[in-house]
């Protein structure tokens, strides 16, 4: 059995692992799904964008390897909860599969357990992303809606494509 822990990368020095590992998960998805998160931002500069204004947490395993990373980002806190906060993730490809539900759940349990209540994650999904959407699934992520024609990816020759973008959520009763 593998155990996980769960940490919130800071911009300091003693994350840098952590930081660089969290960059090479997303350099995993440059010219993929990637370049439409990062606009004119190299990755580099979103990471740091991202760990100063968002939590990140690194999800590691018994042997201190880093297997996943979660976001979340536009919290938005009312009172002593969190309303709602979208959910992106990267999992490392050989903890695809079942290992990559085990981390999923790991980290809605952790989330549940270390934050503050709360109610509704939320996370936004290009339709081709077939592995994704059955995680979510898996982790009793609701369909919620769709947003026809809203994301555009460049196909092999270069030419824009459109794609629905899927949303799916989870209300802490169901974590």
């Not at 976001?71 to 806190?77: G, N, R, S, Y």
Request: aromatic share 12%; with cysteine; net charge neutral.
């Amino acid at each position: 059995m593998v155990d996980y822990k769960a940490i919130e990368v800071e911009w300091t020095p003693e994350h840098e692992k952590y930081i660089s590992e969290v960059y090479r998960l997303l350099k995993d998805q440059e010219n993929k799904i990637f370049d439409l998160s990062v606009g004119d931002m190299n990755i580099m500069d979103y990471v740091q964008y991202h760990v100063q204004k968002n939590k990140i947490y690194v999800i590691i395993d018994n042997e201190d390897v880093v297997c996943a990373f979660f976001m979340l980002e536009h919290i938005k806190p009312i009172g002593n909860i969190i309303l709602s906060a979208e959910l992106h993730c990267a999992v490392r490809k050989h903890c695809w599969g079942k290992r990559s539900r085990d981390l999923g759940q790991y980290m809605l349990d952790y989330l549940k357990e270390n934050l503050p209540p709360l109610k509704r994650l939320v996370a936004f999904v290009p339709q081709h992303n077939f592995g994704v959407v059955k995680l979510l699934k898996d982790l009793k992520f609701k369909h919620e809606g769709t947003l026809k024609s809203n994301l555009v990816f460049k196909n092999k020759l270069g030419q824009e494509k459109y794609y629905d973008e899927l949303i799916y959520s989870i209300i802490r009763e169901d974590i």
